[in-house]
């Protein structure tokens, strides 16, 4: 893994710490709030980031690399040390998340293959002049889109970066045309256990999300969070959870008529 150091691996979590420290991030029509949640101070398996294209045009990415431990740390590392580099030579590939993910596969797979590591990640354009919404999730926690109190997931339709090593993207495109939003997650949350040795689940994510959603009128992104942590915490007794835990609530504002998916 050229260039990246143990030291780097580890500054992922203060990294993360310090992003999430400064939601919600708003602009005239779209919200975004994040948390995370590390397991502990040993490094950092999961990613997110939300890249500003223009005033009201973002890039939002959420991964997770499969495994634990130092060589999952340094596989992240190594994910974002490529995705910072893009961002300096090739920022308009961030409004094009299937040649994004493309790129992504062709820069990662040989390392990612020599450690039998993969990396699930979604890769998303969020256009709020023009109310649009463009994603590829290459294998990771399908997410939530909540649209007058109707909570549905968003399918995944590509595989993770580095199983194969040519693969040809899917992208998919909402067309926001009433208030929309969405919860991108890992699979952190899910893996809550309680005493029991019970899971929190997706069941357990929906009722906290729609706990918010169906009595909150004018929710926002910050609400469905803290709903979602103070369900899981209550679910397991405050037992802390032994992967990470990272929580991306999206949200576009427009008028009342039903978004279309394509």
């Known amino acids: 893994m050229e260039n990246?150091?143990?030291?780097?691996?580890?500054s992922i979590t203060e990294h993360l710490k310090s992003l999430a420290d400064l939601s919600p991030f708003k602009t005239k029509n779209i919200e975004i709030y994040i948390d995370y949640l590390p397991a502990d101070d040993s490094g950092c398996g999961d990613l997110y980031d939300i890249f500003s294209i223009s005033d009201n045009k973002f890039s939002v990415i959420i991964g997770d690399i499969s495994g634990h431990g130092l060589s999952a740390n340094l596989c992240m590392a190594s994910v974002i040390k490529h995705l910072?580099?893009?961002?300096?030579?090739n920022r308009e590939i961030f409004t094009k998340p299937d040649e994004l993910l493309f790129e992504l596969n062709r820069s990662l797979y040989e390392e990612l293959d020599s450690v039998n590591m993969y990396l699930t990640i979604i890769c998303a354009f969020v256009d709020g002049d023009n109310k649009l919404f463009h994603y590829c999730?290459?294998?990771?926690?399908?997410?939530?889109?909540?649209?007058?109190?109707?909570?549905?997931f968003l399918k995944t339709k590509n595989i993770p970066v580095g199983l194969e090593r040519?693969?040809?993207?899917?992208?998919?495109?909402?067309?926001?045309?009433?208030?929309t939003s969405f919860l991108f997650y890992t699979d952190g949350i899910i893996n809550v256990y309680n005493k029991n040795k019970k899971k929190?689940?997706?069941?357990?994510l929906k009722t906290a999300i729609e706990?918010?959603?169906?009595?909150n009128k004018n929710y926002n992104c910050e609400k469905i969070i803290k709903s979602i942590i103070y369900f899981?915490?209550?679910?397991?007794?405050?037992?802390?959870?032994?992967?990470?835990i990272t929580l991306l609530s999206l949200k576009i504002k427009?008028?009342?008529?039903?978004?279309?998916?394509?």
């Open 4 to 10: 990246v150091t143990v030291a780097n691996a580890l």
């Open 211 to 215: 706990f918010v959603v169906g009595n």
């Open 166 to 179: 040519n693969i040809i993207p899917i992208k998919s495109k909402i067309s926001i045309n009433t208030t």
């Open 200 to 204: 929190f689940g997706i069941n357990g």
């Open 137 to 152: 999730n290459a294998g990771h926690c399908q997410p939530f889109l909540m649209q007058n109190k109707i909570l549905k």
């Open 84 to 89: 910072d580099n893009l961002k300096l030579k």
């Open 232 to 244: 899981s915490s209550n679910f397991s007794c405050g037992n802390k959870s032994e992967d990470d």
């Open 254 to 262: 427009s008028n009342d008529r039903i978004c279309e998916i394509k």
